[in-house]
């Protein structure tokens, strides 16, 4: 098997949306290890690219550098690509989580046209915006926006939609949690048991990659199932008072 070829600082910058300046930086924190050097230049292999991804998640996860210098510092001196990117896949939220701050003005320049008072408050109490109670809201990308504006029937009051937005919070958390307790107990654990063999690496990161979608098509078909066996219910206790 061919080797992966090495890269420059700039070269690296340009793989991992990372400044030279910045790769520098954390090299000299002891964030990276010390490039292969060819003469006078640094090359950089895989393993540098995948610890700079996992330090940029780290950072968007809200850790200071401090607070990353200490989980790496938890890792094996000899971890891989593949121990790095398993420890990617375990942090990196399944939901993107970025939300712009705007304020009103900048609320409806994102949906495109004038917002009433009402609607406003429908996409707060459904979870499309969050506001800050200071006029200010995070906002997401444009199209998660359109979405919850064309879904949002003006028939239907912010109070349906804050209280539809409990129950939906409420038992997703609950299906979250045990779901990773399942993964924890016949996944993780497994793995750390026998003593993190390198060869179940990769497995295992594509294992939590797999669970993804599976339980989010999981979630919408068993849903959707419970739905319609409350209507047929319903609908059967209707009819037999009916009688």
Same mark, same amino acid.
């Given at each position: 098997?061919?080797?992966?070829?090495?890269?420059?600082? =700039?070269?690296?910058?340009?793989?991992?949306?990372?400044?030279?300046?910045?790769?520098? @930086?954390?090299?000299?924190?002891?964030?990276?290890?010390?490039?292969?050097?060819?003469?006078?230049?640094?090359?950089?292999?895989?393993? %540098?690219?995948?610890?700079?991804?996992?330090?940029?998640?780290?950072?968007?996860?809200?850790?200071?550098?401090?607070?990353?210098?200490?989980?790496?510092?938890?890792?094996?001196?000899?971890?891989?690509?593949?121990? &790095?990117?398993?420890?990617?896949?375990? &942090?990196?939220?399944?939901?993107?989580?970025? +939300?712009?701050?705007? =304020?009103?003005?900048? &609320?409806? =320049?994102?949906?495109?046209?004038?917002?009433?008072?009402?609607?406003?408050? *429908?996409?707060?109490?459904?979870?499309?915006?969050?506001?800050?109670?200071?006029?200010?809201?995070?906002?997401?990308?444009?199209?998660?926006? /359109?979405?919850?504006?064309?879904?949002?029937?003006?028939?239907?009051?912010?109070? +349906?939609?804050?209280?539809? *937005?409990?129950?939906?919070?409420? %038992?997703?958390? /609950?299906?979250?949690?045990?779901?990773?307790?399942?993964?924890?107990?016949?996944?993780?654990?497994? @793995?750390?048991?026998?003593?993190?063999?390198?060869?179940?690496?990769?497995?295992?990161?594509?294992?939590?990659?797999?669970?993804?979608?599976?339980?989010?098509?999981?979630?919408?078909?068993?849903?959707?199932?419970?739905?319609?066996?409350?209507?047929? /219910?319903?609908?059967?206790?209707?009819?037999?008072? /009916?009688?």
């Amino acid at each position: 098997m061919a080797e992966p070829a090495l890269l420059t600082v =700039d070269q690296l910058a340009e793989r991992t949306r990372t400044s030279v300046r910045t790769i520098r @930086y954390y090299a000299g924190r002891g964030l990276l290890p010390p490039p292969t050097l060819r003469g006078r230049t640094g090359l950089y292999g895989s393993d %540098h690219v995948a610890r700079l991804m996992l330090v940029a998640e780290l950072t968007d996860l809200g850790f200071t550098l401090a607070a990353i210098e200490r989980y790496l510092e938890r890792l094996p001196s000899s971890a891989g690509p593949e121990e &790095l990117a398993l420890q990617l896949a375990l &942090l990196t939220p399944w939901a993107p989580e970025q +939300f712009d701050d705007v =304020d009103r003005a900048g &609320l409806e =320049d994102r949906a495109g046209r004038t917002l009433d008072d009402d609607t406003v408050e *429908r996409l707060a109490a459904s979870g499309v915006v969050e506001s800050s109670g200071d006029g200010r809201f995070r906002v997401p990308g444009p199209i998660a926006l /359109a979405a919850g504006l064309d879904s949002l029937d003006p028939e239907l009051s912010a109070d +349906f939609w804050r209280r539809s *937005r409990e129950i939906i919070d409420r %038992h997703t958390a /609950a299906l979250a949690d045990e779901l990773m307790s399942v993964f924890q107990e016949e996944v993780l654990q497994p @793995y750390r048991d026998a003593g993190r063999p390198a060869e179940q690496r990769a497995r295992l990161a594509s294992a939590l990659a797999r669970l993804k979608p599976v339980t989010v098509q999981g979630v919408v078909t068993a849903f959707g199932r419970s739905v319609n066996r409350n209507i047929r /219910a319903r609908a059967e206790a209707t009819r037999a008072a /009916a009688r």
